[in-house]
């Protein structure tokens, strides 16, 4: 499912427009980019929060050639289901 079924499936369920339930999802995304950029996190309580993780600078190696490259420290978003939403998945 992508970003416009997202958006048809909403707009079908609530009875809103589309264009309304596109621009309340950019919103949402928005936000939640925002919150994650400023190291902060995200709970949707029973559906899962998003968070940052910081991951250290390591060596690695280019399998075309084997040369060994080093890998720079970054830092990448993570998502961590909530129980109703693992409870749901599981059925």
Same mark, same amino acid.
């Given at each position: *499912?992508?970003? %416009? $079924?997202?958006?048809?499936? /909403? $707009?079908? =369920?609530?009875?809103? !427009? +589309? +264009?309304? /339930?596109? *621009? $309340?999802?950019?919103?949402?995304?928005?936000?939640?980019?925002?919150?994650? %950029? @400023?190291? @902060?996190? &995200?709970?949707?309580? @029973?559906?899962?929060?998003? !968070?940052?993780?910081? #991951?250290?600078? #390591? %060596? @690695? /190696?280019?399998?075309?050639?084997?040369? =060994?490259? %080093?890998?720079?420290?970054?830092?990448?978003?993570?998502? +961590?289901?909530?129980? !109703?939403? =693992?409870?749901? &998945? +599981?059925?």
């Amino acid at each position: *499912m992508n970003k %416009q $079924a997202v958006v048809d499936a /909403v $707009a079908d =369920k609530t009875g809103l !427009s +589309k +264009k309304d /339930v596109e *621009m $309340a999802l950019a919103a949402i995304l928005d936000v939640i980019t925002d919150e994650l %950029q @400023g190291k @902060g996190k &995200v709970a949707f309580t @029973g559906f899962g929060t998003f !968070s940052t993780s910081d #991951r250290a600078a #390591r %060596q @690695g /190696v280019n399998p075309a050639t084997g040369e =060994k490259i %080093q890998i720079a420290a970054t830092t990448v978003p993570k998502f +961590k289901a909530g129980k !109703s939403l =693992k409870d749901a &998945v +599981k059925k």
